[in-house]
């Protein structure tokens, strides 16, 4: 089966293109491939550009996994946190290609990453966990209280508002929006220059000094937040 990840090298930037012909969902396969991609990209590559498969960015955790139980889904959201922790502390800049859907954990994918480029069509962008029985874990509140405006935070995490991606842009799930033909280019357009233009050393140790300690606080306490996660709200 090809891999649901497909890494490219070109200036600098690594070009990760999520794409398992579908909706782009997190299992086990596409999780364990970002994880060697961004192994690949930290040894080679001065930034990351991260795009989705046009009209899906991703939907989450494959729900097929997590409805086969309870101790199931725990291990595939305790893997997932571990990924978008890596991510959030990535040593090298991170751009989002949001070329379509981005819910749930897609959404926290986005929250995770640098800069988020969107496309201007109708999609949609949000945490639905609440209004279909799930919690969100810690991690996924953290995220959303470090990169979501204030005003938003409420409606975003608690009352499970889904945002089309102008609206994405004003809660902080995005930070712009182009037509579907120019998303590419942009993203790694500004992959390449963010790439060029900031120190390694400088910017690893001042992605730690800013997120160090709350990745390290999620990771430690990552199995009691999911002992009270459920799928089906019980």
């Known amino acids: 089966m ?35 991609a961004l192994d690949r990209a930290e040894a080679d590559a001065d930034a990351v550009a991260l795009i989705g498969r046009p009209g899906r960015f991703s939907a989450g955790f494959d729900l097929a996994v997590m409805k086969e139980g309870a101790a199931t889904a725990q291990r595939l959201v305790e ?34 990453c640098d800069a988020r480029v969107g496309v201007d069509t109708d999609v949609k962008i949000g945490l639905p966990e609440v209004g279909i029985g799930m919690p969100l874990p810690r991690f996924g509140v953290e995220l959303a209280r470090d990169r979501l405006t204030p005003r938003e935070f409420t ?5 499970a508002t889904i ?11 995005l930070d712009e929006v182009v037509s579907p033909v120019d998303l590419e280019e942009r993203v790694i357009t500004l992959a390449t220059q963010v ?40």
């Open 195 to 234: 790439g060029r233009s900031l120190h390694r050393r400088g910017f690893g140790i001042t992605r730690t000094n800013a997120r160090g300690a709350t990745i390290d606080a999620i990771l430690s306490g990552l199995s009691a937040d999911l002992e009270s996660f459920s799928v089906d709200g019980s």
């Open 163 to 173: 945002y089309s991606p102008v609206e994405a842009v004003e809660a902080g799930f």
């Open 79 to 112: 893997r997932g946190a571990q990924l978008l922790m890596r991510i959030y502390g990535f040593p090298r800049p991170v751009i989002a290609g949001c070329t379509g859907h981005a819910l749930a954990a897609g959404a926290l994918l986005l929250l995770s």
């Open 2 to 36: 090809a891999s649901p990840i497909q890494t490219t090298f070109s200036d600098g930037v690594a070009v990760l293109r999520l794409d398992d012909g579908k909706a782009n969902a997190l299992g086990h396969v596409t999780i364990d491939a970002l994880f060697d």
């Open 155 to 159: 409606r975003a995490t608690m009352l």
